[in-house]
């Protein structure tokens, strides 16, 4: 039995240097050499800056900007403190942050779920196409494009499903924002 | 729900079962040490020298053959000394390096109920990662575990299944030869290549710093401060956590582990990038399990055992999924002006806590197949579920996650079951019930009954405990009414059936709940530990009845129906009551329209 | 007097005096100590006390609802009452057959021999174990033994039911003798094989009455099982509350304590002694005696049946089949010799070979005494029979003794002859030749007659993955052609005492249990060794003592109905397990949705029956669980139907009518209650 007491402690040793130390080391010298840019979060930057990473969304209420959906990581987009909300179904919380959602949001016709709801992680960088598309008008009336030149970028931003299979159809909110940026530079 | 969400359930499923198989067999040649035909790997070349030299550092006889009780002890020796390896790591990790962001120690509580909660495969977090763990503490305290814990499940699994296929045998096999060999031969190479498939994919792998990028559009937030006046500041940054995510993240899914690296487990971008990511993580929680049932099979000298049992365990799976995904499909009736219909560009249906590139179905699925088994990884909020929704994961925990389940878990559990099942409705065939020629007598029943004992003992008697103190237990709740109900039963489920998913939003990270989960955890694994081997250990001792006309068929459809009623019954009749106060009561009075 | 062959007449289930004796019975079995016994039941009792103590408590304070209160209230008796009831029921059938067993039992006057060698007059009960008596015709046998000296004719039809006197005698096999039988001719001398209380019929009655019935290991497990299942749903029901009061809802304890005994499997619980006690009256109804219900249990495991040949698959004896005449000779001469040959031939062979050529040739058997013919015995040197009447000089043997005796006159065998020997030998009979006058006439083909429905009973067994093994004394060739006609799957030729114990010991390093039975002393090892060894009553007292239950008919056969037995009763606890159990989802959906619905009245949703109210469902539920205890006695006590089928093909069957029956079969009883209550307005 003793005998069991000192292997478990070598054991936890050795292992632990195996699995604890040399198994992650080793996978972030082959990740950092084949995949260098997915490795350090596909960091997005401008003019040498970090302005954000592909894969997180960010926070954007002004009116000329196509939003994305409530956030429960931190003050909002948090990457350092992802959250959701965690609110229940029938929680009055939800219901109320939902419906003032709502109101901000609505334009013509029933506003498009995720884009009220909050997402799992807080961060989520995606709205659904109906998300977008529902934006289009009040995009094009706050920057004074048409409406059909609004509409094409969106589109044109859509993520169709993995494999034409896999998950759901989306938009990146931030590289819409960034594109639609520089669509109005150019301009 | 839509063709395009059954077609990737379906193909997930049809995944699963055509890897079962050659899982099986490699497992099978892995560990199975009675076979006199062993077969070799074409991993031996490489691991064979890695596992002697192991054997000789850390003075293990591999011939040494253990009877149940010693196997125990090894185990609970082990997970022990590991267990005291994080608690040490968390507590000192302001000392230690690879600490960019400078975190101090972990709360002594808080440390206590990370390392329980790791040791036991379950995963249950009360810190939120990014501010609480160094990269140190995640990589040496945490992600150590997700290997440990999973290859002390694959032993256990295995050496309950040779206590079911040796006769007249005092012995399960060596303790340390099969965590060793799990470790070695499963777990690490499918991690390897499975971290850097996450990796392409994008999920972040390095030691960086957390990087601080230059806000689009910079955002005035207004908060009222302590003194009740307006606040307003300007946010033009944004924190983006990093770290050594996908070796963690490999193996956090592979070993049914489900500890995130941050918070937001898998549906945090980082972890969970894409929606192929998405299906290899929830491919990689059912891909031992699954492969585990082929090697019962072959081990028994029944393969037809193993797929009769693999059938239970796909009927029960497609009954969760089915269920989940129709009701997180169904709009919440309070919300007004809202388009919850799914349409060719959304997914519509209850989008709180869900992540657009997942959308439902795949919500849906990870939240089934990921309480199915003990693994708790959640890309979507169980807490934001619709009631019959987030009801799925609970009753998948509360039938103890033995649908496919836990790495090594899953499997005894659902042998437990077996026994149970073969022992009520054996007798009806005027036998004394047999399961593969090993009677089933006094002693195994009682231990088999020990065993599902304690699952309720400790879920109901702390959620009881619980809602009964306003303060320490009902007062930190995030929801009230129904849903809190929801909340503590569906925790203690988790922490009991070392599961580690949660319905989130509540603090628990207080005292009590730390500690009573702590509890829970550790309880709910080594109390089940020991009668599930003392099971095996007399069954080793049987001899083996040949089969005739007059065995109990294990093989049969009917005996996967009987195994399916059995488990759903019991599980029923034991929840039953508790659930119709949760879910089912939450579920009613929403389509009512009542909040809370 | 009444006797035991009354009694065996099958009983009415519910006759009136067992009735109102197992009436009392179950109130005195509500002494805690007893109930203690029965985990189920007792949690029951204790709910029974608390809420008794808690209607007067209240009646007395003026709170609470008095008459649903009440009424649950005696209903938790009722339930533990009806399960006592049913206990009683099993005993009290038993006890009726012990009542007349101990009839036979009253004091005697035995006449002891002392040392001296002289008789002495002592009461029964005073002999001890080597004691020596006498009987003599007219007395009753004052106890069990062995009988020393002389040859007795014995009515046992007290023990047996059998009226036809047996022949008892000393030495051989048949030289036991029943305390409480009658001796009915000649004078015996017995040594005294039991201790007063310790005798046969003591036993018996011990165990029909199940005074010393301890649990079988089944029962054990089962009962473990059943307790299990009783912790959990006390846990949750006792968590209920807290759950409750968060929730507003809080339950007053006569609902929760009818939820918990509506959840505890309450109907297995109250029936499961009971039928333990009747597979044990089944079998003692088939008057066969087991030591313990250890080995009725065994019974039921069986995996293979050691049978012997003689007795049990032939009937006793060779019977003549046919006449297969040498050429030149017709069947009737043939018959006519053979006949005249075997007319002084008392054994049975002898006397087949009269019949049979009465059958075929009409051939009367003549009056010996007018025939003034001469026999010649069989002898062991001749090896032959025969007769010389009127000049003819016929003999009738085996073929090599006939050969002999053939050549003696300068006679060859004829070949056809000989093939005729050969053709019967192969197909398992024994040939015998008959010769007049120095000529072959022909061969006697000697059969042993396969009893009438074996091969169905063999195929039966098969079918409930029994192997049967024919043990036999035969030359292979011979074993092989009976173990094919009769259908077992495999046999012992030549065997030998040693072989049978070696075969058992074989079949059981296999994992297999073995039955036998068995009847001489050198039967005693194997019996011993068997898992189910069946000794017969005519046995020696060795072979009784080494086996684990006695057949008081010493029909060999019986031990086809004995597994049968045993897989009824082990099938009638199964059933009964998985009825219990699935009754409980319907009484989920009684009683939550009347917990609660006060509350939020929401959760009628969930009221599928749509019971009257809250208390009418409470009260039904509660009341279809008291009366489905009742319904199922006479299942119990009679046990599921049994039908020998493949463990498949069983456990569908079962699992349909008792798996699926036991789910739907409360919603159906509960809403039947629920409507009468509400009309007579109980609730």
């Given amino acids: 039995m003793k005998k069991h007491i000192v292997t478990a402690v070598l054991y936890t040793v050795v292992t632990g240097v195996l699995l604890g130390i040399v198994y992650p080391l080793a996978i972030t010298g082959v990740a950092q050499l084949l995949f260098p840019k997915q490795a350090d979060g596909e960091l997005l930057t401008k003019n040498g800056e970090v302005i ?18 409530p956030s429960n990581a931190g003050t909002g987009y948090d990457a350092g403190s992802s959250s959701g909300s965690n609110l229940g179904p029938t929680s009055k919380a939800l219901i109320d942050r939902v419906q003032a959602s709502v109101t901000t949001e609505q334009a013509n016709g029933a506003v498009p779920v995720d884009l009220v709801t909050a997402s799992g992680s807080g961060l989520d960088p995606d709205i659904s196409p109906a998300a977008a598309l529902y934006q289009v008008p009040r995009i094009a009336e706050q920057r004074k494009m048409s409406s059909q030149m609004v509409e094409a970028l969106v589109r044109g931003h859509i993520t169709q499903r993995q494999f034409g299979l896999l998950g759901e159809p989306r938009v990146n909110v931030l590289e819409l924002n960034l594109a639609l940026d520089e669509m109005a530079r150019k301009e | ?73 090894a185990m609970f020796a082990f997970s022990a000394v590991t267990l005291v390896l994080t608690y040490g790591v968390e507590r000192l990790q302001g000392f230690l390096p690879w600490n960019t962001q400078h975190l101090p120690g972990v709360a002594s509580d808080t440390a206590l109920n990370t390392a329980i909660s790791f040791t036991t495969n379950t995963n249950w977090q009360s810190y939120v990662p990014e501010t609480t763990m160094s990269y140190l503490t995640q990589m040496l305290g945490l992600a150590t575990h997700n290997f440990w814990s999973a290859a002390v499940g694959l032993a256990l699994a295995v050496a ?81 956590a990093q770290g050594p995510v996908a070796s963690q993240e490999a193996i956090k899914m592979l070993g049914t582990n489900g500890g995130g690296f941050f918070n937001a487990n898998s549906a945090h971008p980082f972890e969970n990038p894409t929606p192929l990511t998405n299906f290899l993580q929830m491919l990689s929680i059912f891909l031992i399990p699954a492969g585990l049932t082929v090697m019962l099979g072959k081990m028994v000298g029944s393969p037809k055992h193993g797929w009769a049992v693999l059938a239970a365990m796909t009927i029960l799976w497609f009954v969760a999924t089915f269920a989940c995904y129709w009701a997180e499909s169904q709009a919440n009736p309070l919300m007004h002006n809202v388009d919850q219909r799914a349409s060719l560009t959304m997914a519509g249906g209850n989008m709180e806590g869900k992540e657009v590139r997942f959308g439902i179905a795949n919500s849906a699925l990870f939240a089934a197949v990921t309480t199915d088994a003990s693994c708790g990884a959640v890309n979507s909020m169980h807490d934001s579920f619709t009631p019959l929704g987030g009801m799925v994961p609970m009753v998948n925990i509360l039938l103890g996650e033995i649908v496919f389940g836990g790495v090594g878990a899953g499997l005894y559990g659902m042998l437990v079951f077996v026994v149970v099942a073969v022992f009520i409705a054996g007798l009806m065939v005027g036998r004394t019930p047999e399961y593969l020629g090993k009677k089933i007598e006094a002693y195994d029943v009682q231990m088999a009954m020990l065993y599902l004992l304690i699952f309720p003992l400790l879920i109901l008697g702390f959620a009881a405990v619980a809602v009964m103190m306003p303060t320490n237990g009902v007062s930190v709740l995030a929801n009230k009414g129904p849903h809190g109900l929801s909340e503590v039963l569906y925790a203690y489920a988790s922490a009991t059936g070392n599961n580690g998913s949660a319905f989130a939003g509540s603090n628990w990270n207080t005292h009590w709940y730390n500690y009573s989960l702590g509890f829970a955890m550790f309880f709910g694994r080594f109390m089940m530990i020991v009668p599930m081997l003392a099971i095996a250990g007399n069954l080793a001792g049987k001899k083996i009845v040949p089969e005739s006309a007059g065995t109990f068929p294990v093989t049969t459809p009917l005996f996967t129906v009987l195994l399916v009623s059995v488990i759903v019954i019991v599980g029923a009749l034991t929840f039953f009551p508790v659930i119709s106060l949760g879910p089912i009561l939450e579920h009613l009075l929403l389509h009512a329209g009542h909040m809370f | 007097m009444s006797t035991a062959s009354e009694l065996k007449g099958r009983k009415s289930l519910f006759d009136g005096a067992i009735v109102r004796r197992a009436g009392v019975d179950a109130l005195r079995k509500l002494s805690p100590q007893l109930m203690m016994k029965n985990p189920v039941m007792f949690v029951v009792e204790v709910g029974s006390v608390l809420t008794s103590v808690l209607l007067i408590a209240d009646t007395m304070r003026g709170v609470g609802h008095f008459r649903f209160d009440l009424q649950i209230t005696l209903w938790l008796w009722f339930t533990v009452l009806f399960a006592n009831f049913a206990e009683a029921m099993a005993e009290g059938r038993g006890k009726a057959q012990a009542d007349a067993l101990r009839l036979a039992k009253s004091e005697t006057t035995a006449y002891r021999l002392n040392k001296a060698g002289v008789v002495e007059e002592v009461p029964s009960s005073d002999l001890r174990v080597d004691d020596k008596v006498k009987v003599v015709a007219g007395q009753m046998i004052p106890g069990d033994g062995e009988i020393i000296d002389g040859v007795a004719s014995v009515d046992e039809s007290a023990i047996t039911g059998e009226s036809a006197p047996v022949i008892r005698e000393a030495g051989g096999d048949r030289s036991a003798v029943t305390g409480g039988t009658r001796v009915l001719s000649d004078a015996i001398t017995i040594r005294i094989t039991s201790n007063p209380g310790e005798t046969f ?84 109804q088939h008057n066969v005696l087991a030591t313990s219900g250890r080995a009725v249990e065994a019974a039921g495991d069986v995996n293979t049946l050691l049978l012997d040949k003689t007795g049990t698959i032939t009937i006793g004896n060779r019977q003549a089949a046919e006449f297969l005449a040498a050429p030149g000779v017709s069947g009737e001469q043939l018959a006519d010799a053979a006949q005249l040959s075997s007319l002084s031939d008392e054994t049975p062979e002898g006397r087949s070979i009269v019949v049979l050529a009465k059958q075929l040739y009409s051939l009367r058997g003549r009056e010996l005494a007018k025939l003034n013919a001469e026999f010649i015995p069989f002898s062991a040197q001749t090896r032959m029979s025969g007769i010389e009447v009127e000049g003819r000089s016929i003999r009738k043997g085996a073929v090599d003794a006939i050969g002999r005796y053939l050549e003696e006159h300068g006679v060859k065998m004829p070949n056809e002859v000989r093939d005729a020997v050969e053709t019967v030998a192969r197909s398992g009979g024994t040939p015998l030749v008959v010769a007049e006058n120095g000529r072959a006439l022909g061969v006697i083909h000697l059969k042993d007659v396969v009893k009438g429905g074996m091969r169905e009973r063999f195929e039966q067994l098969r079918a409930m993955g029994i192997r049967t093994v024919m043990i036999t004394g035969d030359n292979p060739l011979t074993a092989a052609a009976i173990a094919r006609e009769a259908g077992v799957d495999d046999f012992l030729a030549e065997a030998k005492p040693k072989d049978k114990m070696d075969l058992i010991k074989r079949e059981q390093a296999e994992g297999k249990l073995v039955a036998m039975t068995g009847d001489g002393t050198n039967d005693a ?56 159990i699935s009754n409980d989802i319907a009484k989920y959906f009684a009683i939550i949705p009347a917990m609660f619905a006060g509350v939020f009245p929401v959760l009628n949703a ?66 039947l209650i629920d409507m009468l209550i509400v009309a007579v307005g109980l609730a």
Avoid at chain 3, 204 to 233: C, S
Avoid at chain 3, 251 to 276: D, E, H, W
Avoid at chain 3, 535 to 561: C, F, H, R, W, Y
Avoid at chain 3, 624 to 630: D, E, G, S, Y
Wanted: aromatic share 8%.
């Fill in chain 3, 201 to 284: 019929l003591d036993r018996m009655i011990a165990l029909v009455e199940g005074a010393e019935r301890q649990k079988t290991p089944n029962e054990i497990a089962l009962n473990i099982l059943l307790a299990g299942l009783t912790i959990i749903f006390l846990l949750a029901v006792v968590t209920l509350q807290p759950f409750a009061m968060y929730s507003g809802a809080p339950q007053t304890i006569f609902v929760l304590i009818s939820l918990l005994v509506c959840l505890i499997p309450t109907t297995i619980g109250g029936l499961l002694s009971a039928i333990g006690i009747a597979g044990m009256d089944r079998l003692v």
């Fill in chain 3, 606 to 671: 969930l009221n599928v029956m749509h019971l009257h109210n809250a208390e009418s469902a409470v009260l039904s539920a509660i009341i279809f669980n008291a009366l489905i205890i009742v319904a199922l006695i006479p299942l119990a006590l009679r046990g599921v139907k049994y039908r020998p089928m493949s463990a498949a093909a069983l456990l569908q069957r079962n699992l349909l009518v008792y798996g699926l029956g036991g789910v739907i079969v409360p919603f159906v009883g509960i809403k």
């Fill in chain 2, 1 to 73: 729900m839509s063709l395009n969400g059954w077609l990737q359930i379906s193909l997930f499923i049809a995944l699963i079962l055509l890897l079962a198989k050659p899982m099986g067999s490699y497992l099978t040649s892995v560990f199975d040490v009675d076979s006199k035909t062993r077969r070799r790997t074409w991993l031996d070349p490489v691991l064979g020298p890695i596992e002697r030299l192991l054997y000789r550092l850390t003075g293990v006889d591999r011939e040494h053959e253990m009877r149940w009780t010693e196997y125990a002890f």
């Fill in chain 2, 160 to 240: 309950f299944v040779r206590g079911i296929a040796r006769r007249e045998s005092k012995t399960l096999g060596n303790f340390w030869v099969d965590l060793t060999r799990g470790t070695l031969w499963i777990l690490v190479p499918i991690s390897v290549v499975f971290a850097l498939a996450l990796v392409s994919q994008g999920v972040v792998q390095n030691l960086r710093p957390y990087d601080h990028a230059k806000l689009v559009e910079p955002q005035t937030l207004t908060t009222t401060g302590a003194d009740g006046k307006s606040v307003s500041t300007t946010v033009t940054t944004q924190t983006i």
């Fill in chain 3, 525 to 580: 090892p194997a019996l011993a060794q068997a898992d189910v060894g069946v000794a017969m009553n005519s046995g020696t007292q060795a072979a009784k003592e080494a086996g684990n239950m006695v057949d008081l008919d010493s029909n060999p056969t019986k031990l086809i109905e004995i597994v049968a037995i045993g897989k009824q009763l082990l099938m009638t606890r199964g059933a009964l397990t998985t009825f219990s």
């Fill in chain 1, 52 to 69: 954000g990473s592909r894969l997180i969304g960010q926070t954007f209420t002004g009116a000329s900007y196509f939003h994305g959906r």
